[in-house]
């Protein structure tokens, strides 16, 4: 079945730019998801992008789909220690099912 | 809207105790996902409901736990009998296809059985 691959963790010094990746398997995503969890929250929508595209930006949030290569990345720039949490990369794919396939987190820990 | 609301916010039981939690998905949307948050087995998707009947309950752990979905504006997740692994935060998530599907999360119910 389709799957979706993060590392798990990874730490930034305050200001500096964070990059997230995700890689998955589904060769007919449509669409793909960015999810924040901060400590006793749920899952928070960060940003989405179509299949199509090949890069979506947002205030300091880029958003890079390499669709040959099924490799998704989130960009955050001037990371903050308000950043700190775990994304979650989601794919949308074929068969019409309505459910995401989501990776396992990554823990973003940004030090001051 | 309220976004999807989740009740209670916390419960702790006796193992053996049957745990019901509670779920109000956001208006009009068709998609209704309980998932289960651990530190050892991440994000897992229990059972999910498309138009109030079940799609997928391939999640459920065991017999013990069950999902109803009876209207478009409500669904409950029952366990009975519980048990200490069954120590998790529990999501409740909903969508619609016109929001190209993207999930809404609620905040998540805390359950602890000791």
């Known amino acids: 079945g389709e799957d979706v691959e993060q590392s798990l963790f990874l730490s930034v010094r305050e200001g500096d730019s964070s990059v997230i990746n995700c890689t998955y398997t589904?060769?007919?995503?449509?669409?793909l998801y960015w999810y924040k969890q901060e400590p006793g929250a749920g899952l928070q929508l960060l940003t989405y992008?179509?299949?199509?595209?090949d890069m979506k930006q947002d205030q300091r949030l880029t958003v890079l789909l390499n669709k040959k290569d099924k490799h998704l990345s989130l960009r955050i720039a001037d990371t903050q220690t308000g950043d700190s949490a775990i994304y979650f990369c989601a794919d949308y794919g074929s068969g019409n099912t309505g459910k995401l396939i989501f990776g396992q987190g990554t823990t973003l820990q940004v030090k001051p | 809207d309220a976004g999807v609301i989740q009740s209670p916010r916390h419960e702790v039981t006796e193992m053996g105790q049957e745990v019901t939690l509670r779920c109000k998905p956001i208006?009009?949307?068709?998609?209704l996902f309980w998932y289960r948050q651990t530190m050892m087995r991440g994000l897992e998707l229990l059972i999910y409901f498309n138009n109030n009947v079940p799609i997928d309950d391939s999640g459920m752990p065991e017999d013990r736990f069950s999902a109803k979905m009876p209207n478009a504006s409500f669904s409950t997740l029952k366990i009975q009998p519980s048990e200490p692994r069954d120590s998790a935060v529990y999501f409740c998530?909903?969508?619609?296809?016109?929001?190209?599907?993207?999930?809404?999360f609620g905040s998540g119910t805390r359950l602890t059985v000791v």
């Open positions: 589904d060769s007919s995503s449509t669409y």
């Open positions: 998530a909903s969508s619609h296809r016109t929001q190209n599907y993207g999930y809404t």
């Open positions: 992008i179509f299949s199509n595209m």
């Open positions: 208006s009009g949307h068709d998609y």
